[in-house]
């Protein structure tokens, strides 16, 4: 009995290793179970483990294999925030700034890049707050404006969900006003998951509670939808989105400011198809930094609109805190905008 205990003992500790046994975070955050970067990783199956004694020392060096440098998690994607859907473009998505600024909330290619992202069964929830400010010059105005918006988002395997509010203090031509901007909510698919490659579906809408003519909000309900892909080999990551979006019940408050873009806050065009690129670089296991540009061209009355902008994340536990600064490269949509975005997730 005792030689064949130390014989079962000895296939035991070659199955588990000398990693099984080290001590510190790193070596775990190579095994991608389906949980967070850092989570302990889960025992091995019973076939796997019968797998290691019958293959030896060549069972072993594939458990031991770095999967991270194929990361197969989804997206941001914010986009509108995919980007966001950035989609940062919804950069909401950025940073679900609740803005209009489609292309952030898709899901970001950031927790690609950082490992945030797995399309398991499991349903994650996260709160955000985020600051807005940014100057203009546009056809009829020129001034300020800044915001705090509050959000929402929830996921589940390959589906997310997003809801956001802005509040702003607008100054145009001189006169200050206070109040909501457009409440703004959107869902996403990814109908495609292979690998490095992943694509989906985002479909978004917007609500009039911001004052249209005061410039805080577009003055009738706006529907959106985009596609979006993203292409992830390792430690960066392209995203790629075009969509439709269109006013529903006319472009009445577009028409009464010059027929352009509106509101002040977060310009559109009553119809108009929407596009953006961005793309992501991990800097380190909790740091990403990129660059995105999303645009639109409007269709019949409007104006065309091209946005540059650049951003850094960084990640400490739950926590995530985005930067970006964007510039109005095309159609005044504003001369420079920064957004700062703190989220908290709960599993």
């Not at 690609?112 to 400010?133: D, E, F, P, Q």
């Not at 609500?207 to 390792?234: E, Q, R, S």
């Not at 028409?255 to 991990?282: D, R």
Request: proline share 5%; glycine share 18%.
């Amino acid at each position: 009995m005792r030689p064949r205990f130390l014989t079962l003992l000895s296939c035991v500790m070659s199955l588990a290793g000398p990693q099984a046994f080290a001590e510190g975070p790193a070596d775990h955050e190579h095994h991608d179970h389906g949980g967070e970067p850092g989570d302990p990783p889960t025992a091995p199956s019973e076939p796997h483990a019968r797998d290691h004694a019958m293959n030896g020392d060549e069972a072993h060096a594939d458990a031991t294999h770095d999967p991270s440098t194929h990361d197969h998690g989804a997206h941001d994607h914010g986009a509108h925030d995919h980007g966001a859907h950035d989609h940062g473009a919804h950069d909401h998505g950025a940073n679900d700034h609740g803005a209009h600024d489609h292309g952030a909330d898709h899901p970001a290619g950031h927790d690609v890049v950082l490992g945030a992202h797995h399309h398991g069964g499991g349903t994650s929830y996260a709160v955000a707050l985020g600051v807005i400010a940014a100057g203009y010059d546009a056809r009829l105005f020129s001034g300020d404006y800044q915001g705090l918006v509050v959000g929402a988002r929830w996921s589940r395997g390959r589906f997310g969900a997003h809801l956001g509010v802005p509040a702003y203090r607008l100054q145009k031509n001189g006169k200050v006003v206070y109040g909501l901007g457009d409440l703004l909510a959107h869902g996403h698919v990814a109908l495609i998951d292979a690998g490095a490659l992943t694509s989906g579906l985002m479909v978004m809408g917007s609500a009039p509670t911001g004052d249209g003519d005061a410039g805080l909000g577009m003055g009738h309900v706006m529907l959106m939808a985009d596609a979006w892909v993203t292409w992830a080999p390792g430690r960066f990551s392209l995203t790629g989105n075009a969509g439709y979006a269109r006013a529903l019940g006319g472009g009445s408050a577009h028409a009464g400011h010059g027929g352009g873009m509106w509101p002040l806050v977060e310009p559109m065009n009553a119809s108009e198809l929407t596009f953006g690129a961005s793309g992501m670089l991990a800097l380190g296991k909790a740091v990403a930094a990129g660059v995105r540009a999303s645009g639109a061209i409007p269709v019949g009355e409007g104006d065309e609109r091209l946005i540059g902008g650049a951003r850094v994340v960084w990640r400490a536990g739950r926590v995530e805190t985005s930067a970006e600064i964007q510039a109005g490269l095309v159609g005044d949509p504003f001369t420079l905008r920064g957004i700062l975005e703190t989220a908290v997730r709960f599993e």
